[in-house]
T-cell receptor, first 111, second 114 residues
Framework: GIQVEQSPPDLILQEGANSTLRCNFS?????LQWFHQNPWGQLINLFY???GTKQNGRLSATTVATERYSLLYISSSQTTDSGVYFC?????????????FGGGTRVLVKP | GAVVSQHPSRVICKSGTSVKIECRSL??????MFWYRQFPKQSLMLMAT?????????EQGVEKDKFLINHASLTLSTLTVTSAHPEDSSFYIC??????????FGQGTRLTVV
């Protein structure tokens, strides 16, 4: 199956700092999403971004499908940004519309 | 975004008993829902795909008879952990996808088997 690798595995930031999280995947995809899992376990959908660039407030994401990677940018980080960020990818409907998750990047933003 | 509600959020049960977890899509119809399992500090592992009106599709290595899935309506899927044992203790999360694109997750259920 498709492999999804995220880097770095852990990230410690000072409040106000910017950061970039990376997601590499091993095969072509037509579905890529970024999620934030808060300390209570709730997963929030941040972006649906199989290609191109999107921005939502202090967060933005870019996917270069031809090169099989996606980046998530966090600007002016806040303590509420702490948690685990997951990238998940999927292929065609023939694959059951399943999403495969990367290992995640654990982010801690210190005040 | 769409709302997916999962209940209960936390359950403690005795070894040998069964536990049912409900997953509801509140504001959209979900012909397909997904059940994941997550161990501490690990990623999400897909257990099964729940299809409305038909049998669930289980991932390799997932015991069908232990993890019973029922998708009785377009807004409700249930996961029943049968004859639970301590090794079944985990965080279980359901997901529903709107228009088969964006995925939305329930709050998760933390199961502890004692």
């Amino acid at each position: 199956g498709i492999q999804v690798e995220q880097s770095p595995p852990d990230l410690i930031l000072q409040e106000g700092a910017n950061s970039t999280l990376r997601c590499n995947f091993s095969d072509s995809v037509n579905n890529l999403q970024w999620f934030h899992q808060n300390p209570w376990g709730q997963l929030i959908n941040l972006f649906y971004i199989p290609s191109g660039t999107k921005q939502n407030g202090r967060l933005s994401a870019t996917t270069v499908a031809t090169e099989r990677y996606s980046l998530l940018y966090i600007s002016s980080s806040q303590t509420t940004d702490s948690g685990v960020y997951f990238c998940a990818v999927g292929r065609s409907e023939a694959a059951g519309n399943k999403l495969t998750f990367g290992g995640g990047t654990r982010v801690l933003v210190k005040p | 975004g769409a709302v997916v509600s999962q209940h209960p959020s936390r359950v403690i049960c005795k070894s040998g008993t069964s536990v049912k977890i409900e997953c509801r899509s509140l504001d959209f119809q979900a012909t397909t829902m997904f059940w994941y399992r997550q161990f501490p500090k690990q990623s999400l592992m897909l257990m099964a795909t729940s299809n409305e009106g038909s049998k669930a599709t289980y991932e390799q290595g997932v015991e069908k008879d232990k993890f019973l899935i029922n998708h009785a309506s377009l807004t409700l899927s249930t996961l029943t952990v049968t004859s639970a044992h301590p090794e079944d203790s985990s965080f279980y999360i359901c997901s529903a996808r709107q228009a088969l694109k964006r995925a939305f997750f329930g709050q998760g259920t933390r199961l502890t088997v004692v």
